[in-house]
């Protein structure tokens, strides 16, 4: 991704800055979906595992990237307290 556009980039709703998911934060994640647990923010589940993603600064909250394409949808976010052992950037 640009490095430009991700600069620019942030959460929708709380204005937090946004930086690429970890390798281990998206297998995390893909493997979070693959378990059926993983749901919307605004509830829906989540069946599609991601290619990539970015992620709050704060570690709250994930943003899905389609094609090249951030989704900054804040109904499309996935909260992170949903997933167990998920690890923080200060874990990697």
């Known amino acids: 991704m ?3 556009l991700l600069d620019v980039l942030c959460c929708p709703v709380s204005k ?6 970890s390798r281990a934060q998206l297998d995390a994640l893909n493997a979070a979906i693959a378990g ?3 749901a919307s923010v ?6 599609t595992p991601f290619a990539a ?3 709050t600064t704060d570690g709250k909250v994930i943003y899905r990237i389609d094609d090249d394409i951030p989704v900054m949808l804040a109904d499309e976010a996935i909260g992170t307290t949903q997933l167990t052992g998920f690890p ?3 874990k990697l």
């Open 2 to 4: 640009d490095k430009r």
């Open 16 to 21: 937090t800055p946004v930086t690429p998911l």
């Open 36 to 38: 059926g647990q993983v």
């Open 42 to 47: 605004a509830g829906e589940k989540i069946g």
């Open 53 to 55: 993603g970015l992620i």
């Open 88 to 90: 923080s950037a200060s």
